[in-house]
């Protein structure tokens, strides 16, 4: 059974900083693109940042380049987002994916508020 499960978020002021996680399972980990996404209230579902499998290379949204850091960690099936200096405008579910040529799986997500 395939599971994306996401884990870190919370409320946090801004200019801090929140770890989160994705543990996956039921799928072959290292062959698949992870990626982050990040849904605000009223507004569709955007990409913040993603990785390839083995080579490992990232890509970012404009809005997060310099503070968002997205890492996996084949041995563990976890794929992470380090989000550093966090602004109000970071608020969001944030969701993990998993995709490669036949599939496209989703976790449920987790919630990041950033408030005073």
């Known amino acids: 059974q395939v599971q994306l499960v996401e884990s870190g978020g919370g409320l946090v002021q801004p200019g801090g900083s929140l770890r989160l996680s994705c543990a996956a399972s039921?799928?072959?980990?290292?062959?698949?693109?992870m990626s982050w996404y990040r849904q605000a209230p009223g507004k569709e579902r955007d990409l913040v940042a993603g990785?390839?499998?083995?080579?490992?290379?990232?890509n970012y949204a404009d809005s997060v380049k310099g503070r968002f850091t997205i890492s996996r960690d084949n041995a563990k099936n976890t794929v992470y987002l380090q989000m550093n200096s966090l602004k109000p405008e970071d608020t969001a579910v944030y969701y993990c994916?998993?995709?490669?040529?036949?599939?496209?799986?989703w976790g449920q997500g987790t919630q990041v508020t950033v408030s005073s």
């Open positions: 039921g799928f072959t980990f290292s062959k698949y693109t």
């Open positions: 990785i390839t499998r083995v080579i490992g290379r990232t």
């Open positions: 994916n998993a995709k490669d040529r036949y599939d496209d799986f």
